[in-house]
């Protein structure tokens, strides 16, 4: 059993920078891949990015490449979503998730375990 928990949303101008964490419970952490989605109002959970178990790889959607970075840190159990060059359209709630056998990074069935989620809003 994984229990995530995110932090680090919040309300930031068009161009801004946020870093969203999430801590994760458990012995085990380094046995998940982990990734972050987003789900704005309205619209489906969408996948953004993910990280493998050594952190060795990561994975983006396009709309993102360039301007967001996934990073872990095994020891601390922490998985993070660096945001830069913010922008209106990446205003939505945005949820670290576990997978300890993803059949596909982009797909949320493939994630075992999903945390509450954490506002973020980009003004314009």
């Known amino acids: 059993q994984v229990q995530l928990v995110e932090s680090g949303g919040g309300l930031v101008q068009a161009g801004g920078s946020l870093r969203l964490s999430c801590a994760a419970s458990g012995r085990t952490f380094s046995s998940y891949a982990m990734g972050w989605f987003r789900q704005a109002p309205g619209k489906e959970r969408d996948f953004v990015a993910a990280v493998t178990w050594s952190g060795g790889r990561t994975y983006y959607v396009d709309s993102v490449k360039g301007r967001f970075t996934i990073s872990r840190e095994n020891a601390k159990n922490m998985v993070y979503l660096q945001m830069n060059s913010l922008k209106p359209e ?23 375990y999903w945390g509450q989620g954490t506002q973020v809003t980009v003004s314009s």
């Open 90 to 112: 990446d205003t939505a709630v945005y949820y670290c998730a576990a997978a300890r056998n993803p059949r596909s990074w982009y797909s949320g069935e493939t994630y075992d």
